[in-house]
C-alpha cells in the first residue's frame, strides 16, 4: 500500500515537474528578428480590425499583439506557436460578453474575460486535458484546420477587394465573392494583386525569399502612399496611442456573468491552437506537448488580462506569416510582441498609414499557403476510408458554416464515432493451438463454426468491449450443438478492467449454452479488477470451480493452467 501511494505520489510530482519546467529557448537567430517583425507590424491591422469588427475597442486588439505573444512563446513547447488575438476568439468573445449584458468597450469587462480565459486554460492545462485532443482523429483534424484556413482567407476578402460578400457561411461568402467579381473596386483590388506580384518576385531571389513577406509590405505600403491611392488605412478603422498598454483591473463583479462563456472562448481558442502544432512542426526536432501548449496560452492571457488584451490563442495565421518570413527559433513570438510595442511607441502615426488591402493581400497568400498544405493530408484521408472521408467533410462543412464552438463540438462527436467504429471493425477472436513443439501458436484459420466435442478450444480475445462490437463478436463465437464435454478458452487478458455490461451478459449467455450442452467456458488471464467484477455479478459461481484464471506476469501461464485444468476436467466426464 505504501509502496503503491508513492508510486502514485512520485508520477503526479513528475507530471508537475513536467508542466512547469521552461522549455529550451536557445538563442534568436536573424531570420527570427525578421519573422518578428513583420509578425509585429502584421499585428497592428490585423489586431484592430478583429477586435473592430466584433464590436471591442480596436486597441484591445492591437495589444493583444504585445504582451500574450511574448509569454505565450517563451512559454509554449510549440516552438513557433503566435499567441495573439483571432477572429473566431473575437467573435466568441462578443457573443459572451453581448449575453451577459456586459459593455463591451469597459476595460474592465475585457480585462475579467481574458483573465478568466486564461484561468480556464491554465487549468486544463495543469488537469493534462489535452489527452481528449488526441482522440480527435486525423480526418477530423484535417477537416477542422482546413476550414480555420478557410476562414482566415474569407476574413479578409473585403480588404483585398473592397467588396465585403454577403452569406451566412464561409464557402457561401467565397462563392459570392468569386462571382461578384464586378462588385470589385478597382484602388483596394490592385493593390491587393500588386502585393502579391511584388512577394511572389520577393520569393524568386534567394536573399529575400525569407522576407518576402516584409518586403511585400513596406514597398506596396510606400508606393500607395506616394502615389495617394485610395485605400483604407489602418487609421481608418482607429488610431494608433502612443503609449504602451498600462495595467487594467480585472472588473470583479462581472466574472461570474462570465465564467460560463469563458470557458467557451478558452475552447475555441484551444481548438485553433491544436492545428498549429500539425501545421508547424518544431525546426528544432522536439516535439510538442498539447498540455504544455494549453498552460502556455493560459499564461499569455492571464499576463495580456492585466494589459488591457482581448483574449488570445495560438494564431494559425500569425504563425503562418512569422514561419513564411523565416522563424526558427521561439523567439519570433518574442520580438513581434517587443517590436510591436516599441512601433506603437515611437511609429504609431506610421503604422496607420499601413493600407488594408495590403495586409489583405498578404493574409489571401498565408491562407491560401495554408490550404495548400494540407493537400498531402487531404489526399491521405481520401485514400484511407469513405468514413473517414465523411468525417473530413462534415467537420470542414461545420467550421466553415457554424460558429466554432459547435463545430468543435461536431468534430469530437465525429471522432469518437469513428473510434467506436474502427474499435468495433477490429475486434473479434483469434484461435490458438500447440504446435509440435508444444508452444502456443496462431492457427491462421478464424474460429471454429462449431465447438468440437471432447476437446479444448482456444481462442483469444482482441477488442475494446465496446457494445457496438459484441454482435460481431457472438457471430464468431463457435454454436454450441452437440458440444458434450468440450471446453472453451476464451483469453482475456486484454479485456478492460470494466469492460460493458452487454459484455458480461454475452458471457453469461454463452456459458449458460454451453453448460446446457455438457460443455464448459474457462476464462483465462482475467485482470484483477476485472475479475472482482465477474465475482460481483456472480458470474464466477456461474463458470464453477477454477473457470476464471487471473493474469499473471507471464502471458502465456495463465493459458497452459486453464488448458491443464480443462484437460483434467474432460478426464473425468
Known amino acids: 500500500m505504501v509502496t503503491d501511494l508513492a508510486g502514485r505520489v512520485h508520477k503526479l510530482t513528475s507530471r508537475a515537474r513536467r508542466l512547469t519546467t521552461p522549455p529550451r529557448w536557445g538563442r534568436p ?43 505565450g512563446s517563451l512559454a509554449a513547447p510549440t516552438v513557433l506557436m503566435v499567441t495573439t488575438l483571432t477572429s473566431a476568439i473575437a467573435l466568441t468573445g462578443q457573443s459572451v460578453v453581448s449575453d451577459a449584458g456586459l459593455d463591451p468597450h469597459a476595460g474592465g469587462t475585457v480585462a475579467a474575460l481574458t483573465v478568466l480565459v486564461g ?34 482567407v474569407t476574413g479578409v476578402l473585403g480588404d483585398a477587394s473592397g467588396y465585403k460578400p454577403p452569406g451566412h457561411n464561409k464557402l457561401l461568402q467565397l462563392w459570392n465573392w468569386l462571382t461578384g467579381i464586378g462588385n470589385w473596386k478597382l484602388a483596394p483590388t490592385l493593390v491587393a494583386a500588386a502585393t502579391i506580384a511584388v512577394w ?67 475552447l475555441v481558442a484551444l481548438a485553433q491552437a491544436a492545428g498549429v502544432s500539425p501545421s508547424m512542426p518544431n525546426p528544432d526536432g522536439s516535439r510538442s506537448d498539447v ?3 494549453f498552460a502556455a496560452q493560459g499564461l499569455a492571457n492571464l499576463g495580456g488580462g492585466l494589459f488591457q488584451a482581448l483574449p488570445s490563442g495560438g494564431s494559425l495565421s500569425r504563425t503562418g506569416v512569422a514561419a513564411g518570413a523565416g522563424a526558427r527559433t521561439r523567439w519570433a513570438g518574442v520580438i513581434s510582441g517587443v517590436f510591436l510595442a516599441l512601433v506603437v511607441l515611437v511609429a504609431g502615426k506610421l503604422a496607420e ?21 494540407k493537400r498531402a493530408d487531404v489526399a491521405l484521408v481520401l485514400r484511407t476510408s469513405g468514413l473517414s472521408t465523411a ?11 457554424l460558429p466554432l464552438q459547435q463545430a468543435i463540438v461536431i468534430g469530437a462527436v465525429l471522432s469518437l464515432l469513428l473510434y467506436c467504429v474502427q474499435a468495433a471493425r477490429q475486434s473479434g477472436f483469434v484461435a490458438l493451438e500447440r504446435d509440435h513443439e508444444g508452444a502456443w501458436a496462431t492457427t491462421g ?61 454475452l458471457i453469461r449467455r454463452y456459458a449458460n449454452s454451453l453448460h446446457a450442452q455438457g460443455g464448459r467456458l474457462v476464462l483465462a488471464g482475467v485482470q484483477p479488477a476485472f475479475a472482482a467484477l465477474l465475482a ?38
Open 445 to 505: 484459420d478464424p474460429p471454429p463454426a462449431v465447438l468440437p466435442p471432447g476437446r479444448v478450444t482456444v481462442l483469444v480475445y482482441e477488442g475494446t468491449s465496446l457494445f457496438a462490437e459484441l454482435p460481431r463478436l457472438e457471430t464468431q463465437l463457435p454454436r454450441v450443438d452437440g458440444a458434450r464435454g468440450a471446453v472453451l478458452i476464451l483469453v482475456m487478458r486484454t479485456a478492460p478492467d470494466v469492460p460493458s455490461s452487454a459484455m458480461l451478459k
Open 29 to 71: 537567430t536573424g531570420a527570427d528578428v525578421t519573422a518578428g517583425m513583420v509578425t509585429g507590424l502584421f499585428s497592428i491591422p490585423e489586431g484592430m480590425a478583429y477586435a473592430s469588427i466584433a464590436g471591442f475597442n480596436p486597441v484591445a486588439g492591437l495589444y493583444a499583439g504585445v504582451v500574450p505573444p511574448i509569454l
Open 200 to 266: 511572389a518576385l520577393a520569393r524568386t531571389v534567394r536573399r529575400l525569399e525569407p522576407v518576402a513577406l516584409l518586403v511585400a509590405m513596406v514597398l506596396v505600403s510606400v508606393a500607395v502612399a506616394l502615389l495617394g491611392t485610395d485605400v483604407e488605412l489602418v487609421r481608418d478603422i482607429a488610431r494608433i496611442p502612443a503609449a504602451l498598454p498600462g495595467l487594467s483591473l480585472p472588473d470583479w463583479s462581472a466574472m461570474p456573468h462570465l465564467l460560463g462563456g469563458a470557458l467557451s472562448v478558452a
Open 291 to 293: 498540455n504544455g501548449d
Open 119 to 152: 484561468a480556464v486554460m491554465l487549468l486544463m492545462g495543469a488537469l493534462r486535458l489535452g489527452v481528449v485532443l488526441s482522440f480527435v482523429s486525423n480526418a477530423v483534424m484535417t477537416g477542422f484546420s482546413t476550414g480555420i484556413a478557410l476562414q482566415i
Open 536 to 573: 460481483r455479478t456472480g458470474i464466477t459461481a456461474q463458470l464453477g470451480d477454477s473457470a476464471v484464471v487471473p493474469a499473471e506476469p507471464s502471458l502465456l501461464a495463465p493459458l497452459d493452467r486453464a488448458a491443464e485444468e480443462a484437460r483434467q476436467w474432460i478426464a473425468t466426464r
Open 353 to 373: 498609414r499601413i493600407p488594408m488591402p495590403v495586409i489583405g493581400g498578404l493574409i489571401l497568400v498565408v491562407g491560401g499557403e495554408l490550404i495548400w498544405g
Open 391 to 401: 468525417a473530413m467533410a462534415v467537420t470542414f462543412a461545420a467550421t466553415t458554416q
